[in-house]
């Protein structure tokens, strides 16, 4: 794939130049069944009873996120290189922000050097997030996102549990969408960014399914390689299925009382 310009455009991150294998540090995943995992099919619950919150300026919160419990949801990626393989993650949470009406809201937020949204869900905020950084520095976004203030009142304190990281997954074919409840990073880097980052694993995790490369590929490669004419035309039915496993699975957690996050 040769080299590329990556151009992050936040304070904090790093601009720089490299190749697939360094800029990123792909590990090959391990080949063996994930324990905890639940297949998501077949699920048909759309919109689930959202209501949409107007985008905030870039550094800029509404107030009312101090009234209702926060959840996180973080596409990982390659910031500059979407529409890859491994920024699948990424495309799930452009398509979450349009079914929840927030697609006009993302703005850059320097603080925690990433894209970021927020919309209601289920009496939760939801802050959707899209890091700025590379696949293995995704986590320092995460990370200090879950703690953004405004006039110096904390306004999300966020746990590892609240935190949902969706991500691409070479051990499941594509169309296959599953959720990982904590765990092991099992080789995915920008996993492993989150748990050191978080100094946890249990951030539950939205799995989406690439498939391995075929003959002479590298995994390199071919994560960091756009999807095939073939498989875009499966994308959009993949997207909309993941972002309705990911809602179904916050409805299904979301708090009864007010105050309860559990």
Request: glycine share 14%.
């Amino acid at each position: 794939m040769g080299e590329y310009r990556h151009d992050q455009g936040c304070e904090g991150g790093t601009e720089g130049r490299g190749t697939e294998g360094n800029a990123v540090g792909i590990e090959a995943v391990r080949t063996q069944p994930a324990v905890g995992s639940v297949e998501c099919a077949g699920l048909n619950h759309a919109g689930v009873g959202i209501r949409p919150v107007q985008g905030p300026g870039p550094s800029r919160w509404p107030v009312r996120a101090l009234l209702a419990p926060v959840t996180q949801v973080a596409g990982l990626g390659n910031y500059g290189l979407r529409g890859t393989r491994h920024s699948v993650g990424m495309e799930v949470l452009d398509q979450l922000a349009r079914q929840l009406a927030v697609a006009e809201g993302w703005r850059v937020d320097k603080r925690c050097c990433a894209d970021v949204a927020v919309a209601t869900a289920h009496g939760l905020e939801l802050l959707l997030l899209k890091p700025r950084r590379f696949m293995n520095l995704n986590g320092l976004s995460v990370a200090s996102a879950g703690c953004i203030s405004v006039s110096k009142a904390e306004i999300y304190s966020l746990g590892p549990k609240d935190i949902y990281l969706v991500h691409d997954d070479l051990d499941k074919a594509l169309g296959k969408v599953a959720v990982k409840l904590g765990g092991s990073a099992r080789g995915h880097n920008g996993v492993q960014s989150c748990i050191s980052a978080l100094h946890s694993n249990e951030m539950t995790r939205l799995r989406i399914g690439i498939g391995r490369p075929e003959g002479d590929v590298t995994v390199p490669n071919y994560v960091l390689s756009p999807f095939s004419a073939g498989e875009r035309e499966k994308l959009e039915q993949i997207l909309a299925q993941a972002v309705t496993c990911l809602l179904e699975l916050i409805q299904s957690r979301a708090p009864t009382e007010p105050g309860d996050r559990g």
